[in-house]
């Protein structure tokens, strides 16, 4: 076999997925938050977790342990108080947040690292008519209760997984509709 064709074949490697790769997760216009401006977003990719807070799943990643997530407050309102058993990153799209136990403020374009062990209390304002942030999390999100700090429930990325099939199935979508985020 010449070098170049050891060249051809290397580089025919170099271009295509080696076997067994996940497909890539590519969703068009995240940026199509209001869904009053935006038709071609259909309102149900948006799954419910209280009335002012839902989220869009854009990767569940069951094999490692994390998801990603657009994470959306209409009208203002509180994530109850949690820990992250790993580190957790935050961009800011839209709005403007922050922790009760925190000084500083995010808005648009800040970005956010949350240590693992880091304990506390997401807030939107209620003059916020809309936040919106795309959160990475890896490990669990314990919630705590705010007198002695046990924990009293948790998210995962099963957690969530299973949060956005019993809403697909329950809008129309149907169960399944989850699955194209799985990795």
Known sequence: MSFNSIQVKQQRHLLAAPEGALTDIVIPSIFGFNLTEDATIDPRVWVPQSPCLSFRPLCFCTSQGYYVNLLRFTGGGILGRHRHSSPVHAL?????????????HAYPGTYVFEPPGETHTLIVD?????????????????????EAGDIIGFDDVFTKLEKARAWYEECGLGRDYANQFIR
């Open 126 to 146: 209620h003059d916020c008519d809309e936040m919106v942030a795309l959160f990475h999390v890896t490990g669990s999100l314990l919630y705590v209760s705010e």
């Open 92 to 104: 800011t799209l839209k709005g403007s947040w922050g922790y009760k136990e925190h000084s500083w």
